[in-house]
Structures are given as C-alpha cells and as structure tokens.
C-alpha cells in the first residue's frame, strides 16, 4: 500500500540540521501520523506521498517546506511582570491569546524588567536533513478521520 491522503503511516525518522541530530523517533516508539491532514511539515509529507512500507529515504527540507524563514518581527520584549515564575534564558514557555490560542515561545535575553522572546519555532530558517524508513501504511478509519490525526494505543479510549 502506497502513502497518499488519508492513510496513516508509521515511520522511524533522523533529523539532522548542519551535521548535527536535533530530533529522532526513540526505539520502538515510531511516529504515526495521518497523512495529508497537515500533522507533519509539509517538506517531509511532500516527500512520503507514493512510498510504501520497507521504503527507506533521505530528505531535504528547505525552511519554506519545514518550521518557515526565521522572521525579526517575531523577536519582542516583554515586561518581566508577564511571568509568574523565575524566567530562565533558553526556556519555552506558552503565550495565550485573546482567542484562547496559545501559541510556543524561547526566552533570549533577561534585562532587568524586560524580557526578550523569540517566537519564531526553533526550527524556522533551518534547512532539514531527515533520514527516514516507513514501517508501516494502512487505512486510516473514520474517527481517526473525523479527528484529523492518527489514534495510537489508547488514544480517545474514554471518548464515546
């Protein structure tokens, strides 16, 4: 069975950015996404479509197709009294907005009262370098497309 819209595929994946492993599936904990719903960057999805179980593939994933360019105007300062808590430089922290969004964000800089965020993902202007293998291909059933994304063991179990 061949990768395209609304299958739900399992792969083991490296990502690597300048020579460097920023992020790996652990052993015997695969990614599984549904595909075609947008749960992975579009680069990599672009790249799976039409490969089938026991595939094996290296992909590079310009930052348009990945996390996007890194973006000056998504770097402000914040006043200090924004934060609960002691604010740590290199920490994430989540922003929630009007619309109840949230939206992720790392701390550069404490100043004083100021407190410098950069909420450009940390992956944003970065070229990817993924080495994947895809384990597994099947039909995605109709709650998992009723819910946009693939439902591993246990997932929505106490949902009627």
Partial sequence: MNIA?????????VLQVDGEVVDQSEQGDPLVYLHGHNNIIPGL????EGKQEGDQLSVTVSPEEG??????????VLPRADFDDDVEVGASY???????SVTPFTVLEVNGDDVTVDFNP????????????VLSVRDATEDELAHGHAHGDGVHDDEE
């Fill in 45 to 48: 999805e672009k790249a799976l």
């Fill in 67 to 76: 996390y996007g360019e890194r973006d000056d105007e998504n770097v402000q």
């Fill in 5 to 13: 819209q609304d299958k739900v595929v399992e792969i083991e994946y």
């Fill in 94 to 100: 989540f922003a929630q907005s009007d619309d109840g």
């Fill in 122 to 133: 940390p992956l944003a202007g970065q070229t990817l370098n993924f080495d994947v293998k």
